[in-house]
């Protein structure tokens, strides 16, 4: 995982807007790059490096990537159809058990249910599958993928931004030149000030999904 990491690193530090881009598009498909190692040191970049990113650009290209990703899988879905998502899913980590689970999740939360699933790690990248299984419109599944992913790479970009105020002029001078630089106080860094985060929007997501089971109850 830390050879990982420093890799996507590179790649954010080499490649700028475009790592962004690739790595998020990767992380809302079924590959494992989480965004909290991702956004936050780009955006520590753009706010105390000495390259050419800005904060908002990093927000933007965080938002098209994950949007690229949603939409390569949700096509992906809806091309293939059930049978063969139900009967191989499980090499992609997706077994019939959790599709059939997913599905259920979208037919009963729908819209709300992409927007959230925007803001939760793990739910965020297979999300798009069960969208695409359901022919859900790719209009409104792109809006609200879209909407959800600005928002979470804005916040992932504020926490970079307060990690970055953290660090030392010794370990910030190795993180603008990319050579030789020790990730552990990062990531660890991030990881703290990321759990809390995730926190707050898991709250936010089960006061929602409360609500709506309640309300779904009331009506029958």
């Not at 059930?82 to 939360?109: D, I, N, Q, S, T």
């Not at 603008?176 to 707050?200: C, F, N, P, Q, Y």
């Not at 609500?211 to 009331?218: D, E, H, P, V, Y």
Request: glycine share 10%.
């Amino acid at each position: 995982m830390q050879a990982l990491i420093e890799t996507w690193f590179h790649w954010v530090h080499e490649w700028g807007y475009g790592g962004v881009v690739l790595l998020m598009a990767m992380e809302s498909s079924i590959f494992p790059v989480p965004s909290e190692l991702v956004i936050p040191p780009a955006a520590i970049l753009a706010a105390h490096g000495s390259g050419s990113m800005t904060l908002a650009g990093v927000i933007v290209a965080g938002t098209l990537g994950s949007w690229l990703g949603a939409a390569i899988t949700y096509w992906a879905a809806l091309l293939v159809g059930r049978p063969v998502v139900l009967r191989f899913g499980k090499y992609c980590f997706m077994p019939a058990a959790k599709v059939l689970r997913a599905e259920r999740f979208m037919h009963r939360y729908e819209g709300g249910g992409i927007f959230f699933a925007r803001l939760l790690p793990v739910i965020r990248h297979l999300i798009s599958i069960p969208a695409g299984l359901i022919g859900m419109g790719f209009a409104k599944f792109s809006l609200l993928t879209l909407v959800g992913s600005a928002i979470w790479c804005a916040v992932l970009a504020a926490l970079g931004q307060k990690v970055g105020n953290q660090l030392d002029a010794q370990q910030m001078d190795a993180l603008r030149k990319g050579e030789g630089v020790d990730l552990t106080h990062l990531i660890h860094s991030v990881k703290h000030e990321a759990s809390w985060i995730i926190l707050a929007v898991a709250g936010v997501c089960f006061l929602y999904f409360v609500a709506m089971r309640l309300t779904k109850a009331g009506k029958s």
